[in-house]
């Protein structure tokens, strides 16, 4: 029985290597990160990319960063996938809600999405390749630097995502 995994298997192993999905994700979050770090506005999270860009052009590269990570599906073992679709999936909802300074209910599904993506990245990381856990130690400055724990984390959270899928 062919099943979507199986044709998703075959896509992304025999036309377009999961390593180019990677590195498009990486480019894409270097981005984001450049044009938050690069404005003259306070950059203390990913998101904050969005009121320097102001346009549709953060929820797109949120949602294009999904397309690229999701073959993460297919190297998660069978009972953990989930963790992979939600830490995936939820990055999306964060991008299409990004305005969370200005609508309390964008914030809240801004925040939620955020918060929860994060925790199923950590779940995923441990499950697939423990040892990227090590990315964790770039969140440790976020104990003393208040203002700046959101972007240690989200930091960490990529870091551990991307080495993961670059090694797997």
């Keep these: 029985m062919i099943t979507y995994k199986v044709i998703h298997r075959k896509?992304?192993?025999?036309?377009?290597?999961?390593t180019t999905f990677t590195i498009i994700a990486i480019l894409l979050f270097l981005v984001v990160l450049a044009i938050g770090l690069l404005s003259d506005e306070e950059f203390t999270c990913l998101s904050d990319a969005y009121y320097t860009m102001k346009t549709?052009?953060?929820p797109a590269m949120a949602i294009m960063a999904v397309c690229t990570l999701?073959?993460?599906l297919t190297i998660t073992p069978e009972p953990y996938e989930f963790l992979a679709f939600l830490m995936c999936g939820l990055i999306a909802f964060v991008g299409v809600a990004g305005d969370y300074k200005g609508d309390e209910d964008k914030r809240k599904i801004?925040?939620?999405?955020?918060?929860?993506s994060a925790i199923c990245s950590i779940a995923w990381t441990t499950i697939v390749c423990p040892w990227a856990l090590l990315w964790l130690i770039i969140a440790i400055p976020a104990v003393l630097d208040k203002k700046m724990r959101i972007l240690y984390m989200e930091l960490a959270c990529f870091g551990m995502v991307f080495t993961t899928l670059l090694v797997q």
């Design 11 to 18: 896509l992304t192993y025999n036309i377009i290597p999961m």
């Design 56 to 58: 549709c052009f953060f």
């Design 70 to 72: 999701m073959p993460a």
């Design 110 to 116: 801004h925040v939620i999405s955020a918060d929860i």
